[in-house]
C-alpha cells in the first residue's frame, strides 16, 4: 500500500478539527494515511492519544517551539521531512484557510502538483486522481497529477464518514528551526462555540438565517431551530454584513460549501451567489414571505411564509414530535 | 444597451461609471423617497458632484474636465435612467458651460468655482416656458432668459413660487426678478441664448431617452414574468409588437441626442435644427414607450405603488418641458420655410 | 511605499457560468467578464494606504486574455498608478503552478514592499496563488485579512493584519516585502470618478508575454481529466402558511427520516 500523508490542523487550544475524518477518509481510498502534526515541545503524546479517534494508526509528530508563533512554517517544514522520509503518493491537507497556506507552500516546495477543494479521490492505475464540485456543484470535475507527487486540499464535510477508532502509535519527526521570513501570530482567540452544536462545514444539518432575521438577537430563532434539529448555523451574506452573525458562518460563493442532508433558508432570497454554497444539499426546505424568492426555483419544500410566525411553531412540532 | 453611432470608449466608460454609482447609491427606496417627500436629495447631488458631473463639461483651466458634449450624452441618458431627479441638466450641461464662453470675468470668478464643485445649484429658465424653470427654489443661482438676452442671478436677486409640477420629484416655481436687478452686470455676452437653447434641448433629449430606455426596460421584464391564459404575456404578438414598436423609437431618438450634442460642439450650422430633431423624437419616442408601457401592464403603471409610475410622470414632464414635439416640429418648419436653399441646408449632417 | 495588487477578471457571479466540456476551463464566451470583486477590494486597500501617504504607488498587476484590460482600466480609474498586464494565448488554461511561476517572475522585475491580493476568485476559489507566490518568492505572507495596518513608518515598519476564519481570530504580524490576501470584511471598493475615468487613458500599462519574462517551459502540474455536469435542481412542493406551514413541515421532515 501506498502511503498518504495527513496533514492534522490543530486549533489555538489543541482541539484537533472535525474534517480530520475526511482526509483520513480519503486518504484511505488511494493509500493508508499516516497523520503528520506539529505541536509545542512536550505535548507530543496527548496529541497522539487523541488522533487514534479519527482512524489514524500512524502519526509522525515535530516538536517545534515555532508551533503558534510562526504562521504555517512549522505545518510547511513538518511535511516536506516527513514527505522525504516516506516518499508519500499524496499530501492532503484541509481546504481552510491555514489549511490552503501551508499546501500552497508545501505544493512549491516538493514540485508537487497541486488538486485544490476536493470532494473526492481515487487512484488510477499510478495516478491520483481528485474530484471537485465546480460553480456551486453544478460540474463535477477531475483532475490529476499524473506522476508527479499530488498536494490536495480537501473539503471538510466531503466524505460524511464517521471513523473507526485504533490506537495510535507516534515517531518523531525531526525539523530544523532555521528562521525563514514568516508571519507571526501574536494573538489568537477560538470563537467561543457551543460544543453540542455541529461545525458547519461537517454538519449533516444546517439551518440558515438572511437579511430577514433582522437584528443579532433575532438570530437566536434560527439557533434555536438549528438547536432542536441538531444542526448547525449558517447565514446569508447579508446576515454577516449585517453583523446578525460572524463570517464563519456565511455559506456560499465566497462562504462556506456545504452538502448536508438537510437545508433550512429561513428569510434568505436565494440570489445565485448563496445557493453556490447549499445547492448540493440533499434536501432544502425554505421559508420566505415572498413567493417569487429564486430560493423556491431549488427547494424540495417551500413555505411561503412569515419566519416570525412558521419557525417558531415549527420548532413547537418538532419539540412535540420528539 | 449603448449605440455605436459615434459613441467612442469616453462616452461608455463615463455612462458605466454614473450607472455603477447609481445601481449602487439611487435603488427604489431613495427614488420613491424623493417622491413623497419632494425635496430635493442634497446628498446624492454631492455625490454625484463629487463624481465630477458638474464640471464635466468646463474646460481644465477653470477646474473641470474639459468633456465633449457628444461624451456626455450617455451619461445625462444614465440619470434619465436611474431615477435620481437631480437638477444636473440645467447645471451642469447649461449653466457651466455657457458661463464659461459668455461671462464676463467676474462672473465666471463668482460662479464657475462653487457650481463646478457642487457647493452651488444652478436653474434655469432656457427652454422651460417663460418664467418657470425646474428646482428654480433650491437653485443658488439662475440663468435667466428675458428679452432674447441671458441673465446670470444669485439667489438675492430672485425670488420664486412654487407651481404644480405633473412629476412631485421635480419640482417647479416661477421666478421673479425685479427689474431693475438686469442690467449689463447680469447679462452674459451676445450668442449666448441660441446656445444655450441649443444645450438645454439637446441635453434634455438624452435626459428622456434614459427615461423611456428604463420604461421599456421595466415593461420587457414584465412582459417576460407576466402570465395570462397559462403563457408570459410576452409571447403573444400583439403586445411584441407594442414593444418593437416602442423599442423603434427610442432607438432611432438616441442618435438624435448625439447629433444635437456634437452639432453643438462643434458649432454646426444644423445645430439649433439638430436639436429640435433631438427633441421631437425624444419627446415622441417618451409618448409611444409610455403607451406601451401602460398597456402592457395592464394600467398599473398609474398607481403609485407601482415603480413604473415614477419614470412615467418624470416622461410626461419632460415630453412637454424644453419644446414639446409639436414645438420642435414648427420650428424646423419654420425654419425651413425661411431657408432660401431648401432643407439641405437645414440638415446637411443628417 | 510601493504596493502592486493582484487583479482578476472572472465570469460575473450574477451571470451563467459554464465550464468548457473538453478542457473543464472557465467557458469564458458565455457569461460576462468582470473584475473579481475581491480584486476591487484588493485596489481599494491599497488606495487607502495611497491616501494616507501620497508617496505610495499602486500597480495594478494582472494575467489574462486582452479583454483583461478593462479590469486594469477600472482599477485605475479609481486611482491607481499604473499596470502590468501579462497577456499571451499561450497562457490560456494556466493552472495555479504556471500562473504562480509567471506572476512570481512579472513581481521579480520590479520593486516593490507589498503585494495584495484577494483571498480567492470567485471563479478559481483556490485560494493557494498568494501563498504560492510568497513561497517562490521567499518572503512572508498573510492570508485572509479582514484588515490590517501599518505601524511605523515607511521604513522598517511593520504590517499588522487580523484575521478571522474556520474558528480562530488571529492577530498577525510581518515585515516587508510581503505578500497579503484580504477578504470581503475589507471595506467596499470606491466608485471611479469623471477624472480618474478620463485619466486612466493616459496611465502606463506594460504588456508582457511569458517569453519577456523568460518562461518558455511552462507545463501544467495538473490536468483535467473529466468534466460532467450536474442535472440542475428542481422546486418541489410549496405551500402557502396559512398557520398549518408548521406541521406541514414537520410531516415532510417526518417522511424523509430528519425527525
Ligand atoms: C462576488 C459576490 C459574492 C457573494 N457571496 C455570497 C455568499 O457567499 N453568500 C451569500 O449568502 N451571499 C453572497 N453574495 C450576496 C448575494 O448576492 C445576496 O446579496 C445575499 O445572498 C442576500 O442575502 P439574503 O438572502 O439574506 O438577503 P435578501 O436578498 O435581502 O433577502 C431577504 C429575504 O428575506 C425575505 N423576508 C423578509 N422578511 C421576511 C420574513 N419576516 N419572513 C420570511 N421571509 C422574509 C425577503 O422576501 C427576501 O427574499 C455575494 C455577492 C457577490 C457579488
Redesign the interface.
Known amino acids: 500500500m501506498t502511503t498518504v500523508l495527513v496533514s492534522i490542523e490543530l486549533t489555538p487550544s489543541g482541539d484537533v478539527r472535525p474534517g480530520l475524518a475526511d482526509l483520513v477518509a480519503h486518504a484511505r481510498s488511494i493509500g493508508s494515511p499516516v497523520g503528520v502534526v506539529t505541536v509545542a515541545p512536550g505535548d507530543s503524546a496527548s496529541v497522539t492519544e487523541r488522533l487514534g479517534a479519527f482512524g489514524l494508526a500512524e502519526v509522525l509528530v515535530a516538536e517545534s517551539a515555532a508551533v503558534g508563533a510562526a504562521d504555517a512554517e512549522p505545518r510547511v517544514r513538518a511535511l516536506v521531512a516527513a514527505a522525504a522520509a516516506r516518499n508519500p503518493t499524496a499530501v492532503l491537507i484541509a481546504n481552510t484557510v491555514r489549511g490552503r497556506d501551508v499546501a500552497a507552500r508545501v505544493a512549491v516546495r516538493l514540485d508537487a502538483g497541486l488538486l485544490l477543494d476536493i470532494v473526492g479521490l481515487h487512484a488510477e492505475g499510478k495516478r491520483v486522481v481528485g474530484e471537485h464540485s465546480v460553480f456551486g456543484g453544478a460540474y463535477l470535475t477531475a483532475s490529476t497529477a499524473g506522476d508527479r507527487m499530488t498536494v490536495a486540499t480537501v473539503r471538510e464535510g466531503s466524505t460524511g464518514e464517521q471513523p473507526s477508532p485504533v490506537t495510535a502509535s507516534a515517531s518523531a519527526l525531526e525539523i530544523d528551526d532555521t528562521t525563514v521570513p514568516t508571519a507571526v501570530i501574536t494573538e489568537a482567540t477560538e470563537h467561543a462555540r457551543r460544543s453540542e452544536r455541529p461545525e458547519l462545514r461537517t454538519a449533516e444539518r444546517v439551518v440558515s438565517g438572511g437579511r430577514a432575521v433582522g437584528s443579532a438577537e433575532g438570530f437566536e430563532l434560527v439557533e434555536r431551530l438549528a438547536d432542536a434539529l441538531g444542526a448547525a448555523v449558517g447565514a446569508s451574506r447579508a446576515a454577516v454584513d449585517a453583523g446578525y452573525i460572524s463570517q464563519d458562518h456565511q455559506v456560499g460563493q465566497t462562504g462556506v460549501s456545504v452538502s448536508p442532508e438537510l437545508y433550512i433558508a429561513l428569510g434568505i432570497s436565494g440570489a445565485i451567489q448563496h445557493r453556490a454554497g447549499m445547492q448540493t444539499a440533499k434536501t432544502i426546505v425554505a421559508v420566505n414571505k415572498d413567493e417569487t424568492a429564486p430560493i423556491f426555483e431549488i427547494a424540495d419544500f417551500g413555505v411561503v411564509g412569515d419566519i416570525f410566525t412558521v419557525v417558531p411553531a415549527l420548532i413547537a412540532e418538532v419539540e412535540a414530535r420528539r | 444597451m449603448t449605440g455605436s453611432y459615434g459613441a467612442d ?2 462616452s461608455v ?2 455612462a458605466t ?1 454614473l450607472r ?2 447609481f445601481n ?1 447609491h439611487c435603488g427604489l427606496d431613495r427614488v420613491r423617497a424623493a417622491w413623497s417627500d419632494g425635496s430635493l436629495d442634497l446628498a446624492l447631488w454631492g455625490e454625484v458632484a ?4 458638474t464640471g ?1 463639461l468646463a474646460s481644465e483651466e477653470v477646474g473641470g ?1 474639459g ?1 465633449q458634449p457628444e461624451d456626455l450624452v450617455l451619461a445625462i441618458e444614465e440619470i434619465g435612467y436611474s431615477g435620481a431627479s437631480l437638477p444636473l441638466v440645467d447645471t451642469a450641461a447649461v449653466v457651466v458651460p455657457i458661463i464659461e464662453r459668455y461671462g464676463s470675468a467676474e462672473q465666471r470668478a463668482s460662479f464657475l468655482p462653487g457650481l463646478i464643485s457642487g457647493e452651488r445649484i444652478a436653474a434655469s429658465t432656457v427652454m422651460f416656458g417663460g418664467d418657470r424653470a425646474m428646482f428654480a427654489a433650491e437653485a443658488d443661482v439662475l440663468l435667466l432668459e428675458r428679452d432674447d438676452c441671458l441673465h446670470l442671478l444669485d439667489r438675492r436677486q430672485f425670488s420664486t413660487v412654487e407651481v404644480h409640477s405633473p412629476d412631485p420629484a421635480s419640482r417647479l416655481a416661477r421666478v421673479s426678478v425685479e427689474s431693475s436687478v438686469l442690467s449689463d452686470a447680469t447679462r452674459l455676452a451676445a450668442g449666448a441664448t441660441d446656445d444655450a437653447r441649443g444645450r438645454a434641448v439637446w441635453a434634455a433629449s438624452a435626459l428622456l431617452n434614459g427615461v423611456s430606455r428604463r420604461m421599456l426596460e421595466m415593461t420587457v421584464d414584465h412582459a417576460k414574468t407576466r402570465e395570462q391564459f397559462g403563457r408570459a404575456i410576452g409571447s403573444f404578438q400583439a403586445v411584441k409588437h407594442l414593444i418593437a414598436d416602442a423599442w423603434v423609437a427610442m432607438e432611432s431618438s438616441r442618435p438624435c441626442a448625439w447629433y444635437a450634442a456634437h452639432a453643438c460642439s462643434q458649432g454646426l450650422a444644423d445645430a439649433a435644427a439638430a436639436a429640435s430633431v433631438a427633441k421631437a423624437s425624444a419627446s415622441d419616442a417618451a409618448r409611444v414607450v409610455g403607451d406601451s408601457a401602460l398597456q402592457v401592464h395592464g394600467g398599473i403603471g398609474f398607481t403609485w405603488e407601482h415603480p413604473l409610475h415614477f419614470w412615467m410622470k418624470r416622461g410626461k414632464l419632460l415630453e412637454h418641458a424644453y419644446g414639446s414635439r409639436g414645438f420642435h416640429l414648427r420650428s424646423l418648419g419654420a425654419a425651413m420655410r425661411d431657408d432660401q436653399q431648401g432643407s439641405d441646408a437645414v440638415f446637411p449632417g443628417l | 511605499m510601493k504596493i502592486i495588487t493582484l487583479v482578476k477578471q472572472v465570469p460575473d457571479t450574477w451571470s451563467e457560468r459554464r465550464l468548457d466540456p473538453e478542457t473543464g476551463r472557465v467557458d469564458r464566451a458565455v457569461s460576462e467578464a468582470v473584475i473579481d470583486e475581491i480584486s476591487e477590494r484588493a485596489i481599494e486597500a491599497a488606495l487607502a494606504l495611497k491616501d494616507a501617504d501620497k508617496s505610495t504607488t499602486v500597480t495594478l498587476l494582472t494575467m489574462g486574455p486582452a479583454g483583461a484590460l478593462d479590469a486594469l482600466r477600472k482599477g485605475l480609474s479609481m486611482g491607481a498608478d499604473d499596470a502590468v498586464h501579462i497577456r499571451d494565448d499561450a497562457l490560456q488554461g494556466a493552472d495555479v503552478t504556471i500562473t504562480s511561476r509567471v506572476i512570481a517572475a512579472a513581481l521579480l522585475r520590479r520593486p516593490w514592499d507589498l503585494v495584495i491580493a484577494g483571498n480567492e476568485s470567485t471563479d478559481g476559489r483556490g485560494g493557494v496563488l498568494p501563498a504560492m507566490l510568497a513561497e517562490r518568492l521567499g518572503v512572508a505572507s498573510a492570508t485572509g485579512l479582514d484588515s490590517f495596518e501599518l505601524t511605523g513608518g515607511a521604513a522598517g515598519g511593520d504590517l499588522v493584519g487580523r484575521r478571522s476564519a474556520d474558528g480562530v481570530d488571529e492577530v498577525l504580524r510581518l515585515g516587508f516585502p510581503s505578500v497579503v490576501s484580504i477578504t470581503e470584511r475589507m471595506p467596499d471598493a470606491r466608485f471611479p470618478n469623471f477624472r480618474g475615468i478620463l485619466g486612466a487613458k493616459k496611465k502606463p500599462v506594460e504588456v508582457l508575454t511569458a517569453a519577456d519574462l523568460g518562461l518558455t517551459d511552462l507545463h501544467p502540474a495538473v490536468s483535467v481529466v473529466s468534466v460532467a455536469e450536474r442535472p440542475p435542481r428542481q422546486a418541489g412542493t410549496r405551500i402557502i402558511d396559512d398557520g398549518s406551514a408548521a406541521a406541514a413541515l414537520a410531516d415532510f421532515f417526518a417522511s424523509r427520516r430528519l425527525i
Do not use: I, N
Request: proline share 0%; charged share 25%; net charge negative.
Open positions: 470608449e469616453t466608460e463615463l461609471g455603477e454609482f449602487e463629487a463624481l465630477g458631473f464635466a474636465l468633456v
